[in-house]
């Protein structure tokens, strides 16, 4: 994408910026993470533990927004260890509350702005087909980089222990 491009975009992402602030997680962000995935009743919660050793083990993949320093979104990912050049998102989520104000959005920026010099141009995630809003995130995500978005099955239903939707690959690139 041309740079004044790309700067547009991300200054239009930036209209209720007071307060916001978008960075990488700490150890004493963990219990707030669980707390969001707990109350956003659609994420499949893990234990508090995983959250606690995610903002310690992959912070730099990983990115927390806050509003007035509380946090009020979060994505935590990790280099794909077969593939270092793709990113894979496992899971992104904001504060009901603090929904539809491009937060999101922003947190997907910053995650792969901050991996590009280490030449990682490829993000990934996974998506259940009832999930618009995930859905569009990732849509509206690739298209403001003038990225490709190449779906296919990944985890069908049966593949999990209790119900569950199926999972689909979202793989979005090259990132410019
Ligand atoms: C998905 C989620 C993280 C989006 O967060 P958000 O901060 O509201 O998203 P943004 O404001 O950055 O919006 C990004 C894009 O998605 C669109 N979008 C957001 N919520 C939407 C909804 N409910 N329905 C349709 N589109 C939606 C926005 O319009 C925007 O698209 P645009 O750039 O074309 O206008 C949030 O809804 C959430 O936490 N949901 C529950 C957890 C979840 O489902 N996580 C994803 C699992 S992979």
């Keep these: 994408m041309p740079g004044d491009t790309k700067s547009a975009v991300l200054a239009s992402r930036q ?3 007071s307060g916001v602030e978008v960075r990488s997680p700490v150890v004493e ?3 707030a993470l669980w707390r969001i995935v707990v109350e956003s009743s659609v994420l499949d919660a893990n234990s508090p533990y995983a959250y606690l050793l995610w903002c310690r083990d992959f912070a730099r993949s990983s990115v927390v927004a806050t509003v007035n320093g509380e946090p009020a979104g979060f994505v935590t990912g990790y280099v794909r260890p077969d593939q270092p050049d793709t990113v ?3 899971q992104v989520a904001v504060d009901s509350e603090h929904r539809g104000h491009g937060l999101a959005g922003r947190m ?3 995650l792969v702005d ?3 010099a280490e030449s990682v141009a490829w993000l ?3 998506v259940t087909p009832d999930n618009q809003a995930s859905t569009r ?3 509206s995500f690739a298209q403001a980089r003038g990225a490709d978005l190449v779906q296919e099955p990944i985890f069908p239903a049966g593949l999990f222990p209790e ?3 199926p999972e689909v690959l979202f793989r979005i690139g090259p990132l410019v």
């Design 114 to 116: 901050g991996l590009a």
């Design 29 to 31: 962000d963990g219990a």
């Design 15 to 17: 209209h209720s910026d």
């Design 137 to 139: 995130l990732f849509s």
């Design 163 to 165: 119900e569950h939707e």
């Design 108 to 110: 997907l920026d910053h």
């Design 124 to 126: 990934e995630a996974t």
């Design 88 to 90: 894979m998102v496992w």
